[in-house]
DNA sequence: CGTCACTATGACAACGTTGTCTCCCCCTGG
DNA sequence: CCAGGGGGAGACAACGTTGTCATAGTGACG
């Protein structure tokens, strides 16, 4: 900026208001200052004037599992939207299902000075972010709740969702039902694993552990898991993938089946359509969940001041043909 | 720090030293010094101490045209790998395929004097980046080359592609063979045209513009291309998709269509293996890709001055059924 | 006992901006 | 002719750090 002040022979507070726009310097001067910036190919150096003007850095953090699943990259998307008509820049990192991650990234967005940040927790220990709140940064939690601590956090109906598959499954004859589900850890598979239990109730199938799954899912674990659910006389008829990743297991799996039970989904996917049969999901948007936890942060950082917020959105199941076939 | 100082009765430059793990501090001190930051929550201003030492802000940008695309967040998350292991983190943003955007965000990110910046270049014109550039800032570019400057770039191999679909297709008998781009203003898109056009010479195949389209990718501006090009006497026989997003919207298509065509998609999409048929594609490894252009950008970022380097990674069919079917 | 080396600490400037205050000049109105 | 006012511009400090240099204290050694 000096250099500018000096070739344009002004100050370099009259620099700086030529590049902010200030009113009170004279057309000629400006003109003067704006040749040599250009000439120079100056550019301001944000983090010097955030520093001086103590004000907002203009950047989020976003912290999901894994930047490159499907699932997360819309949510991000639908973050970075939301941040873009605030004017705000988005930082994202992947927590890899890791705690120890997730706070390395939160810490250090905070040390960035982000003015707010949304987090899809790994952990169940979120204390640490206490003093970070405190100290004025807020956080929204987006699809599963913080562990120890109250904060703005945005859910989808895991509950309810999980008990409308089991439900549409008795609806069309099935009494045995399988549930592939995450690691119980997470906070989405063990609502979701709730939901079945509960569907079972309603619809009056005694719940069976052995037709039960739940752990971290890799090709092979899912494709041995679904194997066995469907082997033998109390083989199931039907089965309930828990989220996307192990849909995709599953019907990989089925492919090369034998038998073909009917099947549900948790999260819709891209070509869950095209398949055959074409795949009964329980769908939720995750563009709104990204739009509402990034409209809520954005209004704490606006000054919001109100208690926690909880939201829960809606789901819906989607009837493609898997889930509607008979036992 | 002040704060901190004050509480633990020492200077902030000691602070400084504790907070920096700078030896020459007494143990007792230390402890002091700690058990203030502790109590207060403070966490060093990393805008404040990259300003002071005007070293690197540990930060790189990625630009590309859509976040959310799962192309493109595979990228995403490899430049994220190697942007971690050199302990930077990752600023992101969506271009939506429009320059303007693309130029402000590249120009936002130079204020906030990002280490390097990767870009998947949505307009031709890039004079604007020479001033950055030279004023340190490295730059590669990702999946298409740069319009009017010399730089960094890494792409994939989409004439050799493209020439091999075509190829394939006519092995197993077909000669008319339409092809489905792109907007022929990304170069991906012309690059794959003329690599159609000289499929078709190698394999003597007359060359037939009525059976080519090149346009922003709509469902229905495909839908209604591929019922026009599976129409009449001179119907076409197999389909080349241009890109992920075409192939989903012409499989959806021929879903509802009576004549299924043969099909090959460029780029490989999750999920294509359990279509029916299941989809032949040219892969090509997206996350190479991404590691490929962070490794080149942050061997910049340490200092090679080498002159600019243009990596082509190489693609390979693969043949899953759709591909293979006779005219 | 004086000197030296070394440890532990602090004062101060500087990084690149911008907010505040001050100054000068010219114009206007009485 | 003078007071008052406003436009245009600069000097200076401060934001939160850290690099440099200075200083005080401690022990060892001749």
């Given amino acids: 900026m000096s250099d500018v002040a000096r070739l344009a022979g002004v100050s370099i507070k009259t620099v700086s208001r030529v590049v902010n726009d200030e009113p009170a310097v004279h057309p000629d001067t400006a003109e003067r200052v704006m040749a040599a910036i250009e000439q120079l190919g100056f550019r301001r150096n944000l983090g010097a004037r955030n520093l001086r003007r103590g004000s907002t850095t203009g ?18 998307r639908a973050v970075e939207r939301i941040a873009t008509s605030f004017g705000r820049q ?6 890899e299902e890791n705690s120890d991650r997730e706070r390395e990234l939160v810490l250090e967005f905070c040390a960035r000075r982000v003015d707010g940040i949304l987090v899809v927790p790994a952990g169940l220990q979120h204390g640490y972010l206490v003093p970070e709140m405190r100290a004025g940064t807020p956080v929204v939690f987006i699809d599963r709740p913080a562990g120890d601590i109250v904060a ?5 109906d895991n509950l309810g969702g ?7 499954l008795a609806k069309h004859g099935h009494r045995r039902i399988a549930f592939l589900g995450d690691s119980p850890d997470i906070f989405t598979a063990a609502e979701r694993l709730r939901g079945f239990r509960e569907g079972c109730v309603r619809n009056g199938i005694s719940y069976d552990e052995s037709l039960v799954t739940m752990r971290t899912p890799t090709p092979d674990g899912i494709g041995d898991a679904v194997k066995r659910l469907l082997d033998g006389p109390d083989a199931a008829t039907a089965v309930i993938a828990g989220n996307n990743r192990i849909a995709v297991h599953v019907l990989r799996t089925l492919a ?17 359509d095209l398949l055959n049969p074409p795949v009964t999901v ?3 948007d995750v563009s709104a969940l990204g739009h509402a936890a990034a409209e809520l942060l954005f209004a704490r950082v606006q000054g919001d001041q109100s208690p926690p917020r909880k939201v829960v959105l809606p789901v819906h199941l989607v009837a493609r043909g898997s889930g509607e076939v008979a036992p």
């Fill in 162 to 168: 999980t008990i409308e598959a089991v439900t549409h």
């Fill in 59 to 76: 950047t989020i953090g976003l912290i999901v599992e894994d930047v490159g699943n499907p699932f997360y990259s819309e949510l991000n």
């Fill in 282 to 284: 329980v769908a939720h």
């Fill in 152 to 156: 703005d956090t945005v859910l989808v």
């Fill in 256 to 272: 090369h089946a034998e038998r073909r039970p009917a099947m549900v989904g948790f999260d819709d996917f891209e070509l869950a």
């Fill in 90 to 95: 988005v930082l994202t990192g992947s927590s």
